[in-house]
DNA sequence: TTGCGAAATGACAACGTTGTCATTTTGTTA
DNA sequence: TAACAAAATGACAACGTTGTCATTTCGCAA
């Protein structure tokens, strides 16, 4: 009975019982070097008695951090978990909490709206999780008080940005077949207005022309296995063809069986590469090699960037994650 | 230059700007309604040029409440992403934010750890995620002023939890054997120690007593395929052998790899039913039945059970989220 | 003992909201 | 036009912390 008679324990309350001032009570806490041990103690004893616990509202009123990042997710799935993973085992290092919104089903949400309802929360920075295009990504302003990091493909023309090297992925990619006596490497697209695939197509395009080498005319896929397996079709017929990069592996997989249905070999005839490594999570046995990015280390990246850059909002930087080509046996060194 | 004044905007530099009193900044964003539309406008004209936002601390300062819930997770991975989906899609439907904190690798956490972690950060109310045993599970007290709810397999002594129903999901299983005109189901049980092992087990005698059969001595398992095996060889010498529950789907596989092994068929000589429903993923074509539980289910319960204990936190429930059988072709049906 | 600098502690304001209650303004009726 | 109730607005305190600065206490040398 006696007890019920104050909701909250406070710092107040505390002070009383153990008979030393407010302050002292917040000094035992924050400073406690600065509090004498026989005090100190007698603050624990009444802290522990009353069973206090510090009020984060006030705390963070005076002294207007939170120690919070916040988390929009626009999709949680997937590659998703490993990067939310690896935001929150780097907030956790860092002594931040996150707090998490989520875009709900049916819901069409924007940067602007995300970020109007994130600033209604206790954080101090924000990370956007976006695997997809939205209405406003280009007219979009951060707010200038919280550091904002988008985790995205493209880049942002006033937010920090965290991104899959897309470009870097797919040069690796050629190389690694200019590298084992490959003269030449075709290319199989995505959909045209998807910005995954004209980064990987860049960089294909880049890697040869650096080695001085002519690319040829890239195949237009859409991302299906179907488009890879006409890509494949065509391909088979093209006698200089050993290599095939594809930008993704559902489409690596529909120009592997093309090419078999054609009578050649993987890799024996022709060499093949896809992006994602997925394959070997549906086909058993996959032999596809496959560049795949790290989506934990975007989380880890995002999160850094975020608290770097709590003190100066407005500063903005590019961060590339590179990929990582997991090599399986569907490509062929010409030089053995 | 002159912009660069003050920090943050405040209701006060807002109700100056507008002229009129801090407390008629409050009422247009709390209670509209009860403000001159004129008045408003000129508010929200001042909220716009100033680029106003409310600060959460002197909000939940006052109100005494953070419209957050908490969230502990000690393991991020599989089924936890569906459950986290539930709780952050339920937890949108009701207005709350989510706030959440991750064991770190290596980092032993127990429940008041995590409990005295979570009261610092701005919550009204947690769940723990809790797919393991901590030391002190039984000994730990919620705060009592924080709801606390713990989605795990077993009952806790003052806390709410919400749990898969194993024991409900065995008996499902086995009344589907016998509703199918199968006298007798033996069982493999997983590791001796395992709560989930025990519940299921718990199921599985409690069906077959309902019906007046006497259970067979259960086969003790160790959760591997090969422990499946091996009780699999044993179960394929019983003549009135004709249905297997086993624990889960890893020693199911065993069973019928070793039933098939010895000559038997699944399902024409043994019929088979597993739990998690998992084999489908790194089996092609897998006919085995199993019982499923919905992870995303659960996290819905969980986050509405912390929302409708808010005010009553020492309240306690406890909810079963039942199980679903997954039919695939691994049961005959013996009155055909 | 006294005096002194350093260490420990305390009084009070401030952070930016919302609740309470008082005051002013508005619209309506006599 | 006066009187009045209802609507709109305002003044001020309070939420529970931490920072600033003043005060007290301590330990030690004279």
């Not at 939310?84 to 919104?101: N, S």
């Not at 970020?115 to 939205?134: A, E, K, T």
């Not at 050629?174 to 695939?197: I, M, P, T, W």
Request: glycine residues 8%; contains cysteine.
């Amino acid at each position: 009975m006696a007890t019920m008679d104050k909701k909250n324990v406070s710092m107040n309350d505390v002070a009383i019982a153990a008979g030393v001032s407010l302050k002292t009570v917040s000094r035992v806490i924050n400073e406690p070097d600065s509090v004498r041990e026989s005090t100190r103690d007698r603050v624990h004893a009444a802290m522990e008695a009353l069973g206090f616990r510090a009020n984060f509202a006030a705390r963070s009123l005076k002294l207007g951090r939170y120690g919070c990042i916040g988390v929009v997710l626009f999709h949680l799935s997937g590659g998703n978990v490993d990067m939310i993973d690896g935001i929150a085992d780097a907030a956790a290092e860092r002594g931040f909490a996150l707090t998490m919104i989520k875009k709900r089903a049916g819901e069409k949400m924007t940067l602007a709206e995300a970020s109007r309802r994130m600033s209604q929360l206790p954080v101090d920075g924000m990370i956007f999780n976006l695997r997809q295009m939205v209405d406003d990504f280009d007219t979009f302003e951060a707010p200038k008080d919280l550091k904002t990091v988008i985790i995205t493909s493209m880049e942002h023309p006033t937010c920090s940005t965290v991104s899959d090297d897309q470009e870097g992925g797919a040069r690796m990619a050629c190389e690694y077949f200019l590298n084992r006596g490959h003269k030449n490497v075709y290319f199989v697209s995505g959909k045209k207005e998807s910005l995954s695939s004209q980064c990987r197509m860049k960089g294909w395009r880049a890697a040869l022309e650096t080695r001085g080498i002519e690319p040829p005319a890239p195949l237009q896929g859409d991302w299906n296995a179907d488009s890879g397996y006409v890509a494949g079709l065509v391909l088979a017929d093209k006698p200089d063809c050993t290599a095939v990069l594809a930008a993704n592996d559902c489409m690596a997989n529909g120009v592997m069986m093309a090419l078999r249905d054609k009578g050649l070999s993987v890799p024996d005839d022709v060499s093949v590469i896809g992006f994602d490594d997925e394959l070997y999570k549906t086909i058993p046995n996959s032999i596809l090699t496959s560049v795949k990015f790290r989506h934990r280390e975007l989380g880890v990246r995002a999160l850094n960037e975020v608290v770097a850059g709590l003190e100066a909002p407005s500063s903005r930087s590019r961060t590339l994650v590179s990929g990582v080509l997991v090599e399986r046996s569907s490509v062929k060194d010409l030089r053995a």
